[in-house]
């Protein structure tokens, strides 16, 4: 690639570790079954309602419909509801608890820091583009010490979420270059390699995990590290 002046990044699965949530949410299903007096089936199934909900949005070709806050919500709803819990207030509390410990829970893969550092000392200007609740995401931030970014564009601040053309236009504009010169790396294949595509970003899939392919990066990664030669 040439004439790069800017990378920009999705922050969970990318930067930050994402192996971490079903833990979070039996934390926060335990602390609401402990509330309501309810057992272990409670939170076995809130882990697995919850998982299924990230699994089914996380390549669903209607994520830039799919809001943030309100169908987790629902999810607490609906698993409460299922164990005679109907409190108004119940699904909102253990949604924001999640939230509360996710954010806390936070982990950089092991290269995080040291490719943002490169790319730095190259003269790159970079980025986070992320999908989530403000609270959420600059909480994760937060945790790991993640600074420095010249934007953050975080879905819940702007009223648009990837894979929609105008999240990836807000971080043109903040870093001040156009879609030719960015890069934007991420692992979701829709949320970040269709949509960084569509907007007429350099598009990077990193594959850590071995998925098949169902998109069509520009280039695919296994490890950050090997964004560099490309930039």
């Given at each position: 690639?040439?004439?790069?002046?800017?990378?920009?990044?999705?922050?969970?699965?990318t930067?930050?570790r994402?192996?971490?949530?079903?833990?979070?949410?039996?934390?926060?299903?335990?602390?609401?079954?402990?509330?309501?007096?309810?057992?272990?089936r409670?939170?076995?199934?809130?882990?697995?309602a919850?998982?299924?909900?990230?699994?089914?949005?996380g390549?669903?070709?209607?994520?830039s419909?799919?809001?943030?806050?309100?169908?987790?919500?629902?999810v607490?709803?609906?698993?409460l509801?299922a164990?005679?819990?109907?409190e108004?207030?119940?699904?909102?509390a253990?949604?924001r608890?999640?939230?509360?410990?996710?954010?806390?829970?936070?982990?950089?893969?092991?290269?995080?820091?040291?490719v943002?550092?490169?790319?730095?000392?190259r003269?790159?200007?970079?980025?986070v583009?992320?999908n989530?609740?403000?609270?959420?995401?600059?909480?994760?931030?937060a945790?790991?010490g993640?600074?420095?970014?010249?934007?953050?564009?975080?879905?819940g601040?702007?009223?648009h979420?990837?894979?929609?053309?105008?999240?990836f236009a807000l971080a043109l504009?903040?870093?001040?270059?156009?879609?030719?010169?960015?890069?934007h790396v991420?692992?979701?294949?829709?949320?970040?390699?269709?949509?960084?595509?569509?907007?007429?970003?350099?598009?990077?899939?990193?594959?850590?995990?071995?998925?098949?392919?169902?998109?069509?990066p520009?280039?695919?990664?296994?490890d950050?590290?090997e964004l560099?030669p490309?930039l």
């Amino acid at each position: 690639m040439s004439g790069v002046r800017a990378v920009c990044f999705d922050l969970d699965g990318t930067l930050l570790r994402d192996d971490h949530v079903d833990d979070v949410v039996r934390e926060a299903a335990d602390e609401a079954a402990s509330r309501f007096g309810l057992g272990t089936r409670f939170v076995d199934d809130a882990v697995h309602a919850l998982h299924a909900y990230w699994f089914g949005v996380g390549e669903s070709p209607l994520l830039s419909t799919v809001p943030t806050d309100g169908l987790p919500v629902d999810v607490w709803r609906a698993v409460l509801a299922a164990h005679g819990i109907t409190e108004p207030d119940a699904a909102t509390a253990a949604y924001r608890r999640q939230i509360q410990l996710e954010a806390r829970a936070a982990r950089l893969h092991d290269e995080s820091l040291e490719v943002l550092v490169a790319a730095r000392q190259r003269g790159l200007r970079t980025a986070v583009i992320t999908n989530g609740p403000s609270e959420l995401q600059r909480g994760k931030l937060a945790t790991v010490g993640l600074d420095g970014f010249d934007a953050v564009i975080v879905s819940g601040e702007v009223g648009h979420r990837k894979p929609e053309p105008e999240i990836f236009a807000l971080a043109l504009a903040a870093l001040r270059v156009d879609a030719g010169e960015a890069v934007h790396v991420g692992d979701n294949q829709i949320a970040d390699v269709a949509g960084a595509r569509a907007a007429g970003l350099t598009a990077v899939w990193i594959n850590r995990n071995g998925a098949a392919a169902a998109s069509d990066p520009h280039h695919t990664v296994t490890d950050l590290r090997e964004l560099l030669p490309l930039l």
